[in-house]
């Protein structure tokens, strides 16, 4: 059965041949389970050898597991994360982070889905007031919400701000691969470099089957994460599958062949979309998301072939992600179709 791609989401693309061939690999004779097999230790190395020594890396399932137990880690009950109000943290996550951490999030208004020291400021107070929720982590969105990639300098700025206060800075990276690309960075100068505490790095987003990983840049404060993620239903027995992946994605770049690929796909896009004259974009393509304006009326006729999610039904915005595996051939069906309605 030959399933049509549609630009709903990078989730929806299938795993990359070479991670695929990887998992084969690794899929022979009894290895010791929970990651004291062969390969995990490379894959921690390859880790090291993108982030730096001293980092200690955990293998998760998911990102919300990786967002939320990566939180966990640095956080009491009583304290409150700073994230934009577009956060997959706030929006997509069902709550898990305030159920498991028991923090109240504060949530920024960000039009773009990028904190800015000046947006992040009213709620730096209360410190030491018993009666108000202690602010104690920031976290960032790589690549945003919104496609829109914070800068290496945005993010010091941030993390500066984050540290006068005592607080630490997350970032969310599920598409980080994607914003290393477009700013043609490392990802130790995107993260550690920039002030990056601790880190959630995507795999799924990026051509894995499944897979995260959670980087604290101060292994001090993750000593305990072992029985976090374990409490938190996270630990792999057979890990080495996890492993593998990341193994194929990381020793021979395979990660930035994916981000690149997806991302010149949704400039692609937004080129041709433009070319019809008659559709706006709303936000800049940065990183490997559309964002436009579409006709209400057309939506649904154009859902039929190329799958894709309305991102806000009062004003008829859409979100279209490209993926590793989108071709030129996709989106030039998708423009065809979509000039037979505009």
Known sequence: MKNPRGFASDNNAGVHPVIFRKMQEVNTGHVISY???????????????????????????????????????????????????????????????????????????????????????????????????????????????????????????????????????????????????????SFMELTVQAGVDILSFGGTKNGMMFGEAVVFFNPAVSREFKYIRKQGMQLGSKMRFISAQFIALLEENLWEQNARSANNMARYLAEKVRETGKIKLTQPVQANAVFAILPPEIIPKLQKRYFFYVWNEITSEVRWMTSYDTTREDIDGFVRELNKYV
């Open 35 to 185: 990651g004291d097999d062969p390969y995990t230790p490379l894959a921690i190395e390859l880790f090291k050898k993108h982030f730096g020594k001293n980092i200690d890396v955990y293998f998760l399932f998911n990102g919300t597991a990786a967002n939320v137990l990566g939180i966990k880690a640095l956080t009491q009950s009583y304290h409150a994360v700073i994230c934009s109000d577009l956060a997959h943290l706030h929006v997509d996550e069902c709550g898990a982070p305030e159920k498991y951490t028991g923090c109240k999030l504060l949530a920024v208004p960000s039009p773009d889905g990028k904190l800015t020291p000046q947006s992040i400021k009213p709620h730096l107070h209360g410190f030491g007031f018993e009666h108000h929720a202690q602010p104690k982590i920031i976290s960032i969105t790589q690549s945003t919400e919104m496609g829109t990639v914070y800068t290496v300098q945005e993010i010091r700025e941030i993390s500066r701000l984050a540290h006068e206060y005592g607080l630490s800075l997350h970032m969310d990276g599920a598409r980080i691969a994607n914003a290393a690309v477009s700013l043609g960075c």
